[in-house]
């Protein structure tokens, strides 16, 4: 039996955030549905369980009822309109306000999942904007790649004190360090989906940890978020750090002239993973590529060599190179340390922390130098000037 009395604004602000884990094609009727209770919504995945509140003019009892029916009516009424929602015990709904009435799918609410934490929990308060702009920073960086599922979400890491969080899938890494004791959630991997989740949610308020770290619960402001973690090893990332000193070569970029550039050469490839070159040297820097039917290079402008090398390029995924320029949005300009093209280069941004990086493995270009190539003529002019 339930019964609830609200409007359809603030129950459709609530359907909203229940909407991530709400599969529009289920093969267990229950998983779409809504859960009520009192005036809170639930709904679950059985992966990610989030629970929303409401402010209700009166809410009594329990009740399941579909969630694409129920939230396909009520987002098209008034957001000031009264309604009413009524559930007996003939597994049906009754949705009312002025001038409708609906008659909607129900089932027993002791039939809805439960994700439950086991045993005691660990509380993880005083979280900061840190957490969430982590999250957003490493996201990109999160493998979709089911074999190696270890790599399909994000890794918290407490080495030595010190709280960070890590993603890589196998091509680039990113890492973003926190300022805040994260201790009961070091050695956990917070799944893709839970992050996606997370992202569209204001920052949480206090984190709760299972003492066996299987379940994980966030707390925000009328939302709670309860999710399973990554069951596996997440490898040593340390390992694949290239050491900044070790680097050839230096070069600090406009950050928006680079990312200009990029899209301009990444349309004259046609290249499957569409590499595009990278050359460094005494006189500055050249971005290219070259294949079969097109060919494009650009001199970069205002660049600054603090380990002038000459010599030598790196080939990189264009894609990655505009997603990585996107998280270090913050920043006017960004650094990469290269040491030389068959090792990873490693990229951070001038406004930011140093311990805030992106590491971007190099790919086979297949321009045979085009790119340094270019860069030579590019200079000659500019020697002759000089």
């Known amino acids: 039996m339930y019964h609830l009395e609200t409007t359809a604004g603030l129950l459709t602000a609530a359907l909203k955030t229940l909407k991530p884990v709400v599969e529009p094609k289920v093969m267990i009727p229950i ?13 679950t995945n059985l992966d990610i369980l989030i629970t929303a509140g409401f402010a209700a003019i009166k809410a009594e009892g329990k009740a399941c009822i579909s969630y694409a029916f129920l939230e396909r009516i009520v987002r098209l009424i008034d957001k ?58 490493t996201q990109p960086s999160i493998s979709t790649e089911e074999t190696r599922y270890y790599l399909n979400g994000v890794f918290f890491d407490g080495a030595e004190g010190k709280f960070g969080i890590v993603a890589t899938d196998g091509h680039r890494l990113s890492c973003f360090p926190l300022d805040f004791n994260a201790t009961a959630l070091a050695g956990i991997i917070l ?90 040297g ?53 650094t990469m340390w290269i040491n030389d093209g068959g090792s990873p280069a490693t990229i951070t941004g001038a406004n930011d922390s140093p311990k805030e990086f992106i590491i971007l493995m190099p790919m086979r270009s297949g321009d045979n130098g085009f790119a340094r190539q270019e860069l030579a003529r590019f200079a000659a002019p500019l020697k002759v000037a000089a």
């Not at 005691?120 to 957003?136: H, W, Y």
């Not at 390992?239 to 950050?255: E, G, L, M």
């Open 191 to 280: 799944p893709r989906q839970t992050v996606n989740v997370l992202l569209k949610l204001p920052t949480p308020k206090a984190i709760l940890v299972g003492k066996d770290q299987k379940r994980v619960e966030f707390q925000l402001d009328g939302v709670t978020v309860r999710t399973k973690t990554i069951d596996g090893t997440f490898p040593d990332w340390r390992r694949i750090v290239p050491k900044k000193s070790d680097a050839k070569q230096a070069a600090t970029f406009d950050r928006e002239a680079l990312e200009a550039a990029t899209k301009r050469v990444m349309a004259a490839s046609t290249e499957r993973g569409r590499s595009i070159s990278l050359a460094i």
């Open 31 to 43: 998983l779409g549905a809504v859960l009520f209770d009192g005036a809170s919504a639930t709904a």
């Open 282 to 334: 005494e006189t500055g820097a050249t971005l290219g590529t070259k294949n079969e039917d097109a060919s494009g290079v650009e001199y970069l402008d205002g660049v600054d060599l603090s380990s002038p090398t000459a010599g030598g390029d790196i080939a990189f995924n264009a894609a990655y190179i505009l997603t990585m320029l996107y998280q270090l949005k913050r920043n006017d300009r960004v």
């Open 80 to 137: 000031n309109a009264e309604i009413a929602i009524d559930v007996g015990d003939d597994n049906a709904a009754t949705l009312t306000f002025p001038g409708g009435r609906y008659r909607l799918p129900a089932y027993e609410a002791t039939d809805f999942p439960s994700l439950d934490m086991s045993g005691d929990v660990s509380r993880i308060g005083g979280v900061t904007d840190r957490f969430k702009d982590g999250l957003n920073f």
